[in-house]
């Protein structure tokens, strides 16, 4: 991480405590580099406990009104940030691309409209916040009632930042919290541009949002006496951190961790809309940095080489490079240590005893790739659910192929994994579809279709891939409320 530039087209970039754009208290900053270009683009402030310090109590300050604020008025303001997200679309859109590499089009673009749907689902929930009565006896009005946890801490990672960012803030402002967010080291810059909307909409303190390291800011952050939730998006090794530190306090914690999510195919779904559907769950498009991409595609036999081989010429039409240039399907993968952990993965596919690599590759064999951090979708055939590449989460574009015959014996693969976040089944079956939904351990199936995410679905992870949902008002109501009972006797 460089932490000195001197260059003057290089943007110097603020964060936001307490409503006040300020540098770090050390006066110390962090580079982010455009990885389509491996240029800086910005520094950012290298954040440390003494801005997570201030920015807690100013969130801590600012909570005792926000959660008088009739939830209605809170509802409308989440519904004001969606505008005005809407109005700086493309602007936005051209950040999330610039910074994180993934390809303005196919990804950016998207990723702010559904960050700007969220924000208005959430703000049109406020009046969900409901309570019940209940039925304890004919002289007791019991009842129960939600209220706010009191300042959530947010960390979040760099592959959809704004999206990932939005999904944190807007169900916690809505139920009544502040919120202090940490950005990702990576892709700080539109989630900073997403707290200027904010805080011109919100009340001084509402939000904070600081920029630094997991070590030095996020953990001050998450271990602050002040916070009352732990709201965490990143790496399943990171996550027992974080679960830790709420251990250690008896805080409640939602956590959407790792993945590496099986897509199974039935000998009956050889459809055009199978591949097409097999290259989106794979998010080939984001470079397959994504939490659910179906990286271990199980493949039936009978149809095996077929579809591996029209899987190959789709993705081989996909067009890599330039994250902000209109013609490019796929961008660049985030960083150097990322694109050389990737670049191992791919080593070691290739020496596999059996392996056979159909597309992509190692890039040194490519040179029309251009200088950035660019890697082609990599396909690699005849593996085995027991290979590494099958059984750690590269978040880069390297899917495995593994071929299956007995249906109790995929399930068996599928759920052969420490993770359990997301899946995709094949098939017109409806019986075969809605056996495996029902047996694969996995927080979220999709059958026919390998889309993302949308406001109102409940997501989230099994097994080592999570704890809590988001997205949804149960997921708002679980991790962003707690609930009350008040009993009254009548006759006393
Ligand atoms: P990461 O865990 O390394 O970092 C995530 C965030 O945690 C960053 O902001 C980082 O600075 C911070 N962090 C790191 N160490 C910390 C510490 N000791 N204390 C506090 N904060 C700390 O993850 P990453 O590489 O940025 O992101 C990729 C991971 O995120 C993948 O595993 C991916 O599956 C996961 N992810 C999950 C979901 C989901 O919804 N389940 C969504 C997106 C990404």
New binding site residues.
Partial sequence: MNTVVNDQKVRRQLMLIGGEWVPAASGETIAVENPGRRQIIATVPRGGAEDVDLAVKKAHAAFASWKRTPPRERGRLLQTIAEKIEAEHENLARQVAEETGNALRTQARPEIKIAADIFRYFGGLASELKGETLPLGHDLLSFTQREPLGVVAA??????PFL?ASLKIAPALCAGNTVVM?????APLAVLELAKICSDVLPSGTLSMLS????E???P??NHPLVAKLS????????K??ME?AAKRVLPVSL????KSPSIVYPDATDDWVIEGLVAAMRFTRQS????AGSRLFLHRKIYDNVLERLVEATSKLRVGDPLAEESDVGAIINER?YNKVCGYIEDGMKQSGSKLLCGGHPRDDKSLGDGYYLRPTIFAQGTNDWRLARE?I?GPVLVAIPWEDEDDVIRMANDSHYG?AAYVWTHDIGKALRAARDIESGWVQVNQGGGQMPGHS???YKQ??LGR?FSLAAMLDSFTQTKNITVNLVR
């Avoid at 940490?182 to 990576?186: M, R, S, V, Y």
């Avoid at 630094?212 to 070590?215: D, I, S």
């Avoid at 959407?256 to 993945?259: A, M």
């Avoid at 940095?289 to 659910?292: M, N, V």
């Fill in positions: 960390v979040i990672p760099w592959n959809a990932l940490k950005t990702a080291e990576d630094g390291t997991g070590q800011c996020g953990a952050l998450l965490f998006t990143g790496s399943t090794a990171v996550g951190l974080v530190a959407e961790l790792g993945g940095q994504s939490c659910t990322q989460e978040f976040l997501y989230g992870g891939s999570g988001e």
